[in-house]
């Protein structure tokens, strides 16, 4: 596995992460967050950048993640 962004901040009424990207990302891949008291494994169904839906991320990137758990700011977000 391979880190590919950090957690920045995460909306629990929408469940949505926002995290900074720092190598690519794309739909479809499978990603595991990993924390303190966090351990989520899941396929990547969507994101957002500026509220625009998006298939891929770069490095640079501040992207919205739609989870399906509670995640914390400072989680470290890897690829499978």
């Known amino acids: 596995m391979r880190q590919v962004g950090t957690v920045r901040h995460f909306f629990d009424k929408v469940s949505v992460a ?3 990207v720092l190598m690519p990302i794309k739909v479809g891949d499978e990603l595991e967050i990993r924390g ?3 351990n989520l494994s899941q396929k990547l169904d969507s994101m957002q950048v500026e509220h625009k839906s998006v298939s891929a991320a770069k490095k640079g990137d501040a ?3 739609k989870v ?3 995640v914390r700011k400072g989680d470290v977000v ?3």
């Open 18 to 20: 926002i995290v900074d």
């Open 36 to 38: 303190t008291t966090t």
């Open 63 to 65: 992207v919205g993640l």
């Open 68 to 70: 399906n758990e509670k």
């Open 78 to 80: 890897y690829k499978k």
